[in-house]
């Protein structure tokens, strides 16, 4: 498995074509936009730099979702900006 943490490629985001499915990028370290952040600095930020990443991106017109699945095996589903934690890893 790729996010794994044994495994080389657990850093980074994997990017996923939301329309096909296809796994298009591995392990990809991406730059956030701060302008949402900056523009809202007394918002509740999530904690923790993936998370953080993953709400950010999900503000941008070209991002349908972003994920992260924490060390605990939740998975936190980030959309324009806003988190649904759909459950957790069995």
Do not use: C
Not at 22 to 44: E, K
């Amino acid at each position: 498995m790729l996010a794994t943490r044994g495994s080389s490629m657990h850093d980074g985001f994997h990017l996923i074509e939301a329309k096909s499915g296809d796994l298009t990028h591995i392990a990809q370290f991406v730059s956030p936009p701060l302008d949402v952040a900056l523009a809202n600095p007394l918002a509740v930020w999530p904690q923790g730099a993936r998370q953080m990443t993953a709400k950010l991106i999900s503000t941008l017109p070209q991002v349908e979702a972003a994920a992260v699945i924490s060390a605990e095996g939740y998975i936190h589903i980030y959309k324009n900006g806003f988190e649904d934690t759909i459950g957790e890893i069995q």
